[in-house]
């Protein structure tokens, strides 16, 4: 015990936590040094629309680790956050959404595709994050209303006064918001309401269980009846079948994500048609 360890003497790490710090602590050193040598990239995952027509992509990144291949943002976005490096990765993600807009306006087929682009929230509350955003939006040339911004209901609830201003202020620029991962947090009508919204995305969760889980049904008809009363759009995220897509066009979704369409992709890969 602690205590009875006495006042002067130092913890004793167990050596499987010891390796699990030096592991986490080489990790962050290879993230830093990945980031400066262009390891991270963005993968595009189309949006597309009840006739399957490609409509925008979600920026995704994938970071390429010279031996351990392709790291899920799962395993580096956290670290990145807490190590204080997912300032400069969401420069470069919102940088590479930028340059991918501006290669897209070029062709009149792609000229009005969107990029969404997901902020974490301690990349949201820093205290330069709309110069951020903006200082790249002007430098790259890319139309600032084809960028939108997501973000998630914690970011949103964190500190909202604070989160309203931040907001304000990138829609004065152009700048569009959706809600990610919309139905799993915990934000109330009365901030909807306040928030410049343009978009919610349904959790994938929601979209999984819809066809077998009543529950889950539900949250997506009232999710789907909010966003109509409120006037924003709505993209269904994780659509893997014909049968939820088709229950998501009933109930009056008019965008839709997932692998049915398509999965994450290099950008030199991405295809303007969703099958
Ligand atoms: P998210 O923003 O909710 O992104 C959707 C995730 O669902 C992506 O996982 C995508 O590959 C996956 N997905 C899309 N369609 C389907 C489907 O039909 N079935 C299934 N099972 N999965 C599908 P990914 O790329 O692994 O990203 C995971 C999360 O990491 C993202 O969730 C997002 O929260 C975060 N993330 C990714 N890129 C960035 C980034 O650049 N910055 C920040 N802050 N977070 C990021
Ligand atoms: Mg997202
Ligand atoms: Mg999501
Ligand atoms: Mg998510």
């Known amino acids: 015990q602690a205590k009875s360890a006495g006042r002067n003497t130092l913890r004793f790490y167990d050596p499987a936590m010891q390796e699990a710090m030096l592991a986490r602590a080489a990790l962050e050193t290879s993230l830093r040094a990945g980031l400066q040598r262009g390891e991270v990239e963005i993968y595009l995952q189309p949006v597309v629309d009840a006739e399957r027509r490609v409509v925008g992509a979600e920026a995704l990144a994938r970071w390429q680790h010279p031996e351990r291949g392709n790291v899920p943002p799962a395993e580096f976005i956290p670290l990145a956050e807490q190590c204080g490096l997912i300032h400069q990765l969401g420069g470069h993600v919102l940088q590479a959404a930028c340059d991918q807009?501006?290669?897209?306006?070029?062709?009149?087929?792609?000229?009005?595709?969107?990029?969404?682009?997901?902020?974490?929230?301690?990349?949201?509350?820093?205290?330069?994050?709309?110069?951020?955003?903006?200082?790249?939006?002007?430098?790259?040339?890319?139309?600032?209303?084809?960028?939108?911004?997501?973000?998630?209901?914690?970011?949103?609830?964190?500190?909202?006064?604070?989160?309203?201003?931040?907001?304000?202020?990138?829609?004065?620029?152009?700048?569009?918001?959706?809600?990610?991962?919309?139905?799993?947090?915990?934000?109330?009508?009365?901030?909807?309401?306040?928030?410049?919204?343009?978009?919610?995305?349904?959790?994938?969760?929601?979209?999984?269980?819809?066809?077998?889980?009543?529950n889950d049904a539900t949250i997506v008809r009232t999710i789907l009846a909010l966003a109509q009363a409120f006037s924003l759009d709505v993209v269904a995220e994780g659509v893997e079948t014909e049968e939820q897509r088709q229950f998501l066009m009933q109930h009056g979704c008019a965008l839709f994500q997932g692998y049915l369409f398509g999965r994450p992709v290099a950008v030199g890969q991405f295809e303007l048609t969703g099958d």
């Open 101 to 214: 807009l501006v290669r897209w306006s070029r062709s009149p087929a792609s000229s009005t595709l969107k990029i969404s682009v997901n902020v974490s929230a301690r990349q949201f509350h820093q205290a330069d994050f709309v110069r951020q955003v903006t200082d790249i939006i002007d430098r790259s040339g890319a139309r600032a209303d084809l960028l939108k911004l997501e973000l998630t209901e914690s970011v949103l609830l964190d500190d909202v006064e604070a989160t309203i201003v931040k907001m304000t202020e990138l829609k004065a620029h152009g700048v569009c918001f959706s809600i990610d991962d919309f139905g799993t947090g915990y934000s109330s009508l009365a901030y909807l309401k306040r928030l410049p919204l343009d978009e919610l995305k349904i959790d994938r969760s929601f979209v999984a269980d819809v066809l077998t889980h009543p």
